[in-house]
């Protein structure tokens, strides 16, 4: 076993419970040459940064989906793009704002003396101040010398524009995604350019995308998001392929399934192995139901893949999970492969 592969599975290791998006890759020294992905959101997720417009369906000119900036979201663009200035080893590749959080690429085009961290803190710091200037938020307050005098209001007031809490921005910490891989860059940008179309879906489509708490699936608790409605369908198919299958075995699977989903049948899978993964692909690609076990549970906010998302929003996908999400490595994977395919067996009795 190499170095490399001992230190990550030391890594991972120490995270387990540590079940947090924004933990740190503990091996990766964060000052070298790399492209990093940075996710941060509002404190409350409140959409200070602008307003979701357009057609999800449209697919350009001036109905397609795109956040409108607020007078904040646009100095926070300003802010993530006067970076360079300030550091100048690092260039901009891009930048998405949302309404309540901000996905942002930076290239670190050589070694620097700042850790990422660094970088990120400099940014909130300045978009902080931008908020207070516009009076988003208000800085802190010293109490009072003598206690205030109560008053009593008759009515309600109004709700408050600004931040609930007095000098904070931002939710703590961030998510950072290494890009290492070849053409993770390109799909990371495709990603951020489709978010307003994704959560426009979503805002069309709530129901779809709301989650459901524990339902009593086949005996099974289970957490979902989707359409219920697929359980009831009275033909459900069990997809189940060894990891072991040939190519052609394989085909001549997905042409069964796509033949009987076309006759009415609910494809149901846990989408583990290559051959399961590639009839789901299919079913999906031809617009006809699925049904789909999640190995992980479903994380907070959790966003279907965007694979998922468009099956979702038309009401021909149903995810369930009997599991808590966790962020960590899975150590008993066989058994809950095969715990998943009882269930999936058991969903296509009932």
């Given at each position: 076993?190499?170095?490399?592969?001992?230190?990550?599975?030391?890594?991972?290791?120490?995270?387990?419970?540590?079940?947090?998006?924004?933990?740190?890759?503990?091996?990766?020294?964060?000052?070298?040459?790399?492209?990093?992905?940075?996710?941060?959101?509002?404190?409350?997720?409140?959409?200070l940064f602008g307003t979701l417009q357009g057609d999800p369906m449209a697919t350009s000119g001036n109905n397609s989906p795109q956040v409108v900036l607020s007078p904040l979201g646009e100095k926070v663009k300003a802010c993530?793009?006067?970076?360079?200035?300030?550091?100048?080893?690092?260039?901009?590749?891009k930048l998405c704002i949302m309404p309540d959080h901000i996905h942002g690429v930076l290239f670190v085009r050589e070694n620097m003396p700042h850790h990422l961290g660094t970088i990120i803190n400099g940014f909130k710091s300045?978009?902080?101040?931008?908020?207070?200037?516009?009076?988003?938020?208000?800085?802190?307050?010293?109490?009072?010398?003598?206690?205030?005098?109560?008053?009593?209001?008759?009515?309600?007031?109004?709700?408050?524009?600004?931040?609930?809490?007095?000098?904070?921005?931002?939710?703590?910490?961030?998510?950072?995604?290494?890009?290492?891989?070849?053409?993770?860059?390109?799909?990371?940008?495709?990603y951020l350019d489709d978010n307003p179309r994704r959560l426009l879906l979503k805002h069309t489509n709530p129901q779809y995308f709301k989650p459901l708490g524990k339902l009593s699936v086949s005996g099974i608790e289970m957490?979902?998001?989707?359409?219920?409605?697929?359980?009831?369908?009275?033909?459900?198919?069990?997809?189940?392929?060894?990891?072991?299958?040939?190519?052609?075995?394989?085909?001549?699977?997905?042409?069964?399934?796509?033949?009987?989903?076309?006759?009415?049948?609910?494809?149901?899978?846990?989408?583990?192995?290559?051959?399961?993964?590639?009839?789901?692909?299919?079913?999906?690609?031809?617009?006809?139901?699925?049904?789909?076990?999640?190995?992980?549970?479903?994380?907070?906010?959790?966003?279907?893949?965007?694979?998922?998302?468009?099956?979702?929003?038309?009401?021909?996908?149903?995810?369930?999970?009997?599991?808590?999400?966790?962020?960590?490595?899975?150590?008993?994977?066989?058994?809950?492969?095969?715990?998943?395919?009882?269930?999936?067996?058991?969903?296509?009795?009932?």
């Amino acid at each position: 076993m190499d170095e490399r592969k001992k230190r990550r599975i030391e890594w991972s290791k120490k995270q387990e419970k540590k079940p947090s998006m924004k933990r740190r890759c503990d091996e990766h020294d964060y000052t070298q040459r790399g492209i990093y992905m940075i996710t941060m959101a509002t404190e409350g997720r409140l959409p200070l940064f602008g307003t979701l417009q357009g057609d999800p369906m449209a697919t350009s000119g001036n109905n397609s989906p795109q956040v409108v900036l607020s007078p904040l979201g646009e100095k926070v663009k300003a802010c993530w793009f006067d970076i360079p200035a300030h550091y100048p080893e690092v260039s901009v590749i891009k930048l998405c704002i949302m309404p309540d959080h901000i996905h942002g690429v930076l290239f670190v085009r050589e070694n620097m003396p700042h850790h990422l961290g660094t970088i990120i803190n400099g940014f909130k710091s300045g978009t902080r101040k931008a908020a207070r200037e516009l009076g988003v938020i208000t800085p802190p307050v010293s109490p009072p010398a003598q206690p205030a005098p109560s008053v009593q209001y008759t009515e309600a007031l109004p709700q408050s524009p600004k931040h609930p809490t007095t000098g904070i921005l931002w939710e703590p910490g961030y998510n950072d995604r290494i890009l290492l891989q070849e053409g993770q860059l390109q799909r990371m940008l495709n990603y951020l350019d489709d978010n307003p179309r994704r959560l426009l879906l979503k805002h069309t489509n709530p129901q779809y995308f709301k989650p459901l708490g524990k339902l009593s699936v086949s005996g099974i608790e289970m957490e979902a998001m989707g359409n219920t409605a697929l359980l009831e369908k009275p033909v459900k198919l069990q997809v189940q392929c060894s990891r072991h299958l040939y190519q052609n075995e394989i085909e001549e699977r997905k042409r069964y399934f796509l033949n009987a989903a076309q006759q009415g049948a609910v494809i149901v899978s846990p989408c583990i192995s290559p051959g399961e993964k590639q009839i789901a692909t299919a079913i999906l690609e031809a617009k006809l139901p699925l049904i789909v076990l999640l190995l992980k549970g479903f994380p907070p906010f959790f966003k279907p893949h965007p694979h998922y998302l468009m099956a979702c929003a038309e009401g021909r996908l149903l995810m369930l999970s009997p599991y808590p999400w966790q962020n960590e490595k899975i150590e008993n994977m066989r058994q809950r492969c095969l715990q998943l395919n009882d269930m999936a067996a058991e969903i296509c009795k009932s």
